[in-house]
Nanobody, 126 residues
């Protein structure tokens, strides 16, 4: 079992920055890849970023490349998402997720993630 709790969301003006955190407990954090997803009102959940168990491999959605950075601190059991140059279209509920059964792979597919947090709201005003 893995428990995930996101924090760091809020209201920010366009062009601003936020850093999201995801605190994990339960199964050994350093043994599985993690990801960030988001869901805007009236839209489907979409992939944002993913990171391997070691942190050495990452992948991003095209819409956030160059603006967002995913990282993890395995000693602190925490996943991060640094979001810079935020745009109104980044407004969404952001979820962290753990993929405990795909081994050393990373994935942009929500179905590969078996544990999810409750989400943290990010609102970007224009």
């Amino acid at each position: 079992q893995v428990q995930l709790v996101e924090s760091g969301g809020g209201l920010v003006q366009a062009g601003g920055s936020l850093r999201l955190s995801c605190a994990a407990s339960g199964r050994t954090f350093s043994s599985y890849p993690m990801g960030w997803f988001r869901q805007a009102p009236g839209k489907e959940r979409e992939f944002v970023a993913t990171i391997s168990w070691s942190g050495s491999t990452t992948d991003y959605a095209d819409s956030v490349k160059g603006r967002f950075t995913i990282s993890r601190d395995n000693a602190k059991n925490t996943l991060y998402l640094q979001m810079n140059s935020l745009k109104p279209e980044d407004t969404a509920l952001y979820y962290c997720a753990a993929a405990t059964f795909i081994g050393t792979m990373i994935s942009s597919k929500g179905l590969d993630y078996d544990y999810w947090g409750q989400g943290t709201q990010v609102t970007v005003s224009s």
